[in-house]
Nanobody, 128 residues
Framework: QVQLAESGGGLAEAGGSLRLSCTAS??????????MAWFRQAPGQEREFVAG??????????NYADSVKGRFTISRDNAAKTLHLQMDTLNPDDTALYYC?????????????????WGQGTQVTVSS
């Protein structure tokens, strides 16, 4: 069984920073074979792609949503089986529940239904 656990959410002021982490566990979970991504969902909104990083088998491919390019940075620590999202220059539109997700296909999809495993989410709230 695969488990993803997010941490690092909280309250930040506009212009501030937060760093999210997602730790993976599970006997059958071969971390380096999975594409990892962050999604977010604000109240009343659909879950949307934030950033993704390809599997750890080769050079990392990275993709960002236009709304976070230049402000957010995704990275993965393969030894620690941990995914990070450094979020800088936050604004109130970034307020949402942030989810970590894993996909075995390696496609670096931006579509939520393509991801097999999900964490429970961590809340990020940005005040103006």
């Amino acid at each position: 069984q695969v488990q993803l656990a997010e941490s690092g959410g909280g309250l930040a002021e506009a212009g501030g920073s937060l760093r999210l982490s997602c730790t993976a566990s599970g006997r059958e979970f071969n971390w380096v074979w999975y594409t990892m991504a962050w999604f977010r969902q604000a109240p009343g909104q659909e879950r949307e792609f934030v950033a993704g990083i390809s599997s750890g088998r080769s050079l990392d491919r990275i993709n960002y949503a236009d709304s976070v390019k230049g402000r957010f940075t995704i990275s993965r620590d393969n030894a620690a089986k941990t995914l990070h999202l450094q979020m800088d220059t936050l604004n109130p539109d970034d307020t949402a529940l942030y989810y970590c997700a894993a996909d075995r296909t390696g496609a670096l999809s931006t579509v939520a239904r393509d991801y097999t495993f999900w964490g429970q989410g961590t809340q990020v709230t940005v005040s103006s």
